[in-house]
């Protein structure tokens, strides 16, 4: 049964799921241009974050190619809610994200997390 809750990637009825932390460490560590072999529906969870997906890509190393990436500029904000789901995207100077949950739960209720991307901190 597919994971309801997470990111797929996909071509026609091939689809990959729970892309999300390997997606994570490939931007964290500065790489946009890579190959990815799979085998099966879903990335392995490992330890559920990036963390050992970064181990990997830094022992293995990369090249720095001769030609750039394109790129996505922000340049008015975008929001899509689906649900008592939400996701902003901003323009800004800097990639910085910010994550908000609010569950009634009295061990979680609300959290938000800010984090300045950049591979200093990983």
């Given at each position: ?7 797929a ?10 892309t999300e ?7 964290g ?89 950049s591979?200093?901190?990983?």
């Open positions: 049964m597919p994971s309801e809750l997470c990111t990637l996909g071509v026609g009825s091939s689809v990959v799921r729970t932390h390997v997606l994570a460490a490939l931007a560590c500065e790489i946009d241009n890579a190959i990815l072999e799979v085998t099966g529906d879903e990335i392995p969870v490992m330890d559920g974050s990036a963390g050992p997906f970064v181990q990997l890509l830094r022992s293995a190393g990369a090249v720095q190619q001769e030609r750039r990436q394109p790129y996505l500029k922000i340049v008015k904000p975008l929001e899509v809610i689906d649900g008592n789901k939400r996701v902003v995207i901003k323009p800004s100077v800097c990639t910085k994200v910010t994550y908000s949950i609010e569950y009634n739960h009295p061990l979680i209720q609300q959290q938000t997390y800010d984090f300045d991307w591979t200093d901190a990983l």
